[in-house]
Protein backbone atom coordinates (compact mmCIF):
# COMPACT_ATOMS: atom_id res chain seq x y z
CA UNK A 1 0.00 0.00 0.00
CA UNK A 2 2.86 2.28 0.45
CA UNK A 3 4.37 1.74 -2.62
CA UNK A 4 1.29 2.71 -4.00
CA UNK A 5 0.86 5.65 -2.03
CA UNK A 6 4.17 6.64 -3.12
CA UNK A 7 3.75 6.19 -6.73
CA UNK A 8 0.77 7.92 -6.86
CA UNK A 9 2.17 11.26 -4.90
CA UNK A 10 4.69 11.10 -8.28
CA UNK A 11 1.72 11.66 -10.80
CA UNK A 12 1.31 14.71 -12.63
CA UNK A 13 -2.41 14.42 -12.32
CA UNK A 14 -2.14 13.99 -8.38
CA UNK A 15 -0.03 16.77 -7.88
CA UNK A 16 -2.64 19.24 -10.18
CA UNK A 17 -5.06 17.82 -8.10
CA UNK A 18 -3.19 19.17 -5.12
CA UNK A 19 -2.70 22.68 -6.70
CA UNK A 20 -6.11 23.06 -7.60
CA UNK A 21 -7.37 22.86 -3.81
CA UNK A 22 -4.35 24.37 -2.26
CA UNK A 23 -5.85 27.65 -3.21
CA UNK A 24 -9.09 26.83 -1.51
CA UNK A 25 -7.48 25.62 1.74
CA UNK A 26 -7.44 28.59 2.99
CA UNK A 27 -11.31 28.82 3.40
CA UNK A 28 -11.80 25.00 4.09
CA UNK A 29 -9.07 25.47 7.16
CA UNK A 30 -10.71 28.87 8.26
CA UNK A 31 -14.00 26.84 8.49
CA UNK A 32 -12.31 23.66 10.81
CA UNK A 33 -11.11 26.33 12.58
CA UNK A 34 -14.13 27.44 13.38
CA UNK A 35 -15.89 24.00 14.02
CA UNK A 36 -12.86 22.55 16.03
CA UNK A 37 -13.47 25.92 18.71
CA UNK A 38 -17.22 25.44 18.41
CA UNK A 39 -16.90 21.52 19.60
CA UNK A 40 -15.35 22.45 22.63
CA UNK A 41 -17.30 25.35 23.44
CA UNK A 42 -20.38 23.39 22.83
CA UNK A 43 -19.46 21.12 26.09
CA UNK A 44 -18.06 18.24 24.38
CA UNK A 45 -14.68 18.49 25.29
CA UNK A 46 -10.67 17.68 23.72
CA UNK A 47 -11.49 14.06 24.20
CA UNK A 48 -14.99 14.11 22.61
CA UNK A 49 -13.91 17.00 19.84
CA UNK A 50 -10.93 15.10 18.45
CA UNK A 51 -12.57 11.51 18.15
CA UNK A 52 -15.71 13.56 16.24
CA UNK A 53 -13.49 15.35 14.27
CA UNK A 54 -11.37 12.25 12.70
CA UNK A 55 -14.44 10.22 12.26
CA UNK A 56 -17.15 12.33 10.72
CA UNK A 57 -15.45 14.49 8.94
CA UNK A 58 -18.26 16.64 7.71
CA UNK A 59 -18.32 20.34 9.08
CA UNK A 60 -22.00 21.30 8.08
CA UNK A 61 -22.83 18.38 9.89
CA UNK A 62 -21.00 18.35 13.11
CA UNK A 63 -22.15 22.30 13.08
CA UNK A 64 -25.78 21.29 12.67
CA UNK A 65 -25.04 18.56 15.83
CA UNK A 66 -23.38 20.72 18.02
CA UNK A 67 -26.57 22.55 19.42
CA UNK A 68 -28.59 19.54 19.33
CA UNK A 69 -25.78 17.90 21.64
CA UNK A 70 -25.55 21.04 23.81
CA UNK A 71 -29.14 21.30 24.56
CA UNK A 72 -29.59 17.77 25.20
CA UNK A 73 -31.97 16.41 22.16
CA UNK A 74 -32.74 12.43 21.66
CA UNK A 75 -29.61 10.89 19.84
CA UNK A 76 -32.73 9.79 16.99
CA UNK A 77 -32.57 14.11 16.18
CA UNK A 78 -28.97 14.19 16.27
CA UNK A 79 -28.80 11.39 13.72
CA UNK A 80 -31.67 12.73 11.80
CA UNK A 81 -30.12 16.19 11.39
CA UNK A 82 -26.65 15.10 10.55
CA UNK A 83 -28.15 12.55 7.82
CA UNK A 84 -30.03 15.02 6.24
CA UNK A 85 -27.22 17.60 6.26
CA UNK A 86 -25.68 15.51 4.54
CA UNK A 87 -27.69 14.13 2.09
CA UNK A 88 -25.87 15.82 -0.80
CA UNK A 89 -23.34 12.95 -0.44
CA UNK A 90 -25.80 10.34 -1.87
CA UNK A 91 -25.76 13.10 -4.80
CA UNK A 92 -21.80 13.13 -4.84
CA UNK A 93 -21.77 9.38 -4.68
CA UNK A 94 -24.08 8.85 -7.61
CA UNK A 95 -22.06 11.57 -9.41
CA UNK A 96 -18.64 10.02 -8.90
CA UNK A 97 -19.94 6.35 -9.71
CA UNK A 98 -19.46 5.87 -13.43
CA UNK A 99 -15.45 7.09 -13.04
CA UNK A 100 -14.99 4.95 -9.75
CA UNK A 101 -17.11 2.31 -9.62
CA UNK A 102 -14.63 0.04 -11.14
CA UNK A 103 -12.84 0.15 -8.24
CA UNK A 104 -12.50 -2.63 -4.53
CA UNK A 105 -15.39 -1.63 -2.53
CA UNK A 106 -12.83 -1.05 0.07
CA UNK A 107 -11.16 1.83 -1.85
CA UNK A 108 -14.36 3.57 -2.68
CA UNK A 109 -15.59 3.61 0.76
CA UNK A 110 -12.11 5.03 1.97
CA UNK A 111 -12.69 7.95 -1.10
CA UNK A 112 -16.43 8.29 0.40
CA UNK A 113 -14.52 9.00 3.93
CA UNK A 114 -11.87 11.69 2.88
CA UNK A 115 -14.44 13.22 -0.09
CA UNK A 116 -15.99 16.87 0.29
CA UNK A 117 -17.97 19.02 -1.70
CA UNK A 118 -15.27 21.27 -3.29
CA UNK A 119 -13.22 18.11 -4.26
CA UNK A 120 -16.40 17.02 -6.13
CA UNK A 121 -16.81 20.79 -8.08
CA UNK A 122 -13.22 20.46 -8.73
CA UNK A 123 -13.55 17.01 -10.21
CA UNK A 124 -16.25 17.65 -12.35
CA UNK A 125 -14.95 20.67 -13.81
CA UNK A 126 -12.05 18.72 -15.21
CA UNK A 127 -13.60 15.74 -16.23
CA UNK A 128 -16.86 16.64 -17.35
CA UNK A 129 -17.84 13.07 -19.48
CA UNK A 130 -18.70 10.59 -16.94
CA UNK A 131 -16.28 7.75 -18.50
CA UNK A 132 -13.11 6.33 -16.74
CA UNK A 133 -9.83 8.13 -17.97
CA UNK A 134 -6.41 7.68 -16.99
CA UNK A 135 -5.61 10.23 -14.48
CA UNK A 136 -8.77 10.72 -12.78
CA UNK A 137 -7.79 8.93 -9.64
CA UNK A 138 -4.74 10.51 -8.97
CA UNK A 139 -6.40 13.84 -9.01
CA UNK A 140 -9.00 12.69 -6.80
CA UNK A 141 -6.45 11.93 -4.12
CA UNK A 142 -4.53 14.99 -4.93
CA UNK A 143 -7.38 17.08 -3.88
CA UNK A 144 -8.82 15.24 -1.02
CA UNK A 145 -5.11 14.99 0.60
CA UNK A 146 -4.95 18.51 0.58
CA UNK A 147 -8.54 19.14 1.63
CA UNK A 148 -8.74 16.85 4.18
CA UNK A 149 -5.31 17.84 5.67
CA UNK A 150 -6.27 21.46 5.69
CA UNK A 151 -9.79 20.81 7.37
CA UNK A 152 -8.03 18.69 10.32
CA UNK A 153 -4.56 20.49 10.93
CA UNK A 154 -6.95 23.71 11.45
CA UNK A 155 -9.72 21.66 13.20
CA UNK A 156 -7.48 20.46 15.67
CA UNK A 157 -5.82 23.67 16.25
CA UNK A 158 -9.33 25.36 17.58
CA UNK A 159 -9.87 22.12 19.26
CA UNK A 160 -6.32 22.66 21.23
CA UNK A 161 -6.60 26.01 21.76
CA UNK A 162 -10.55 26.44 22.02
CA UNK A 163 -10.21 27.90 25.65
CA UNK A 164 -8.03 30.66 24.44
CA UNK A 165 -10.59 31.89 21.93
CA UNK A 166 -12.69 34.59 24.19
CA UNK A 167 -16.52 33.73 23.12
CA UNK A 168 -17.38 37.01 22.50
CA UNK A 169 -15.29 37.01 19.06
CA UNK A 170 -18.90 36.00 17.37
CA UNK A 171 -17.00 32.65 16.15
CA UNK A 172 -20.91 31.19 15.21
CA UNK A 173 -21.28 33.84 13.12
CA UNK A 174 -17.73 32.97 11.62
CA UNK A 175 -19.56 29.62 11.45
CA UNK A 176 -22.42 30.58 9.24
CA UNK A 177 -20.56 32.67 6.62
CA UNK A 178 -18.03 29.84 5.82
CA UNK A 179 -21.31 28.00 5.36
CA UNK A 180 -22.59 30.79 3.42
CA UNK A 181 -19.97 30.78 1.28
CA UNK A 182 -19.36 27.27 0.92
CA UNK A 183 -23.30 26.96 -0.56
CA UNK A 184 -22.88 29.72 -2.87
CA UNK A 185 -20.04 27.57 -4.94
CA UNK A 186 -22.93 24.90 -5.10
CA UNK A 187 -24.94 27.07 -6.76
CA UNK A 188 -24.31 26.52 -9.69
CA UNK A 189 -27.71 26.49 -12.32
CA UNK A 190 -31.14 27.49 -11.84
CA UNK A 191 -32.42 24.44 -10.31
CA UNK A 192 -30.00 24.42 -7.07
CA UNK A 193 -30.88 28.66 -7.07
CA UNK A 194 -34.54 27.72 -6.66
CA UNK A 195 -33.81 24.49 -3.87
CA UNK A 196 -32.17 27.26 -1.72
CA UNK A 197 -34.46 29.51 -1.63
CA UNK A 198 -37.17 27.34 -1.19
CA UNK A 199 -34.31 26.04 2.09
CA UNK A 200 -34.35 29.24 3.47
CA UNK A 201 -37.96 29.76 3.49
CA UNK A 202 -38.80 26.84 4.99
CA UNK A 203 -35.72 27.44 7.57
CA UNK A 204 -37.67 30.52 8.43
CA UNK A 205 -40.97 29.57 8.65
CA UNK A 206 -40.34 26.57 10.61
CA UNK A 207 -37.94 28.65 12.68
CA UNK A 208 -40.24 28.01 16.08
CA UNK A 209 -39.96 24.29 15.66
CA UNK A 210 -38.10 23.01 18.86
CA UNK A 211 -34.35 21.07 18.49
CA UNK A 212 -34.01 22.79 15.23
CA UNK A 213 -35.87 20.69 13.55
CA UNK A 214 -36.59 23.17 11.16
CA UNK A 215 -33.25 22.48 9.78
CA UNK A 216 -34.79 19.00 8.66
CA UNK A 217 -37.98 20.69 7.29
CA UNK A 218 -35.85 22.87 4.99
CA UNK A 219 -33.76 19.83 3.87
CA UNK A 220 -36.86 17.83 3.10
CA UNK A 221 -38.71 20.69 1.56
CA UNK A 222 -35.28 21.28 -0.74
CA UNK A 223 -34.68 17.69 -1.66
CA UNK A 224 -38.42 17.59 -2.92
CA UNK A 225 -37.81 20.73 -5.04
CA UNK A 226 -35.07 18.79 -6.60
CA UNK A 227 -36.74 15.86 -7.40
CA UNK A 228 -39.80 17.64 -8.96
CA UNK A 229 -37.79 20.07 -10.71
CA UNK A 230 -35.53 17.10 -12.00
CA UNK A 231 -38.60 15.34 -13.69
CA UNK A 232 -40.33 18.56 -14.92
CA UNK A 233 -37.39 19.63 -17.13
CA UNK A 234 -37.17 15.98 -19.16
CA UNK A 235 -40.86 16.30 -20.00
CA UNK A 236 -40.49 19.95 -21.16
CA UNK A 237 -38.07 19.01 -23.61
CA UNK A 238 -40.81 17.16 -26.22
CA UNK A 239 -42.77 20.30 -26.27
CA UNK A 240 -39.88 22.24 -26.47
CA UNK A 241 -38.97 21.54 -29.73
Not at 1 to 14: A, C, H, I, T, V
Not at 20 to 35: D, N
Not at 155 to 172: F, H, R
Request: proline content about 6%.
Amino acid sequence: MLDSWRRLRRDPDFHAGAREMAGIALGIGAWGLVTGVAMVKSGLGVPLSLLMTLTVFAGSAQLSALPLIAAGAPIWVVWATAACVNLRFVIFSAGWRPYFAHLPRRQRLLMGYVSGDLNYVCFMRRYPEPVPAPGQLAYYWGGVAVNWCAWQAMSILGIVLADQVPTEWGLGFAGTLALLGLTGSLLTDRATWIAAAVAACAAVAAYALPLRLNIVVAIAAAVAVGIVLDHWKPAQRPGAA
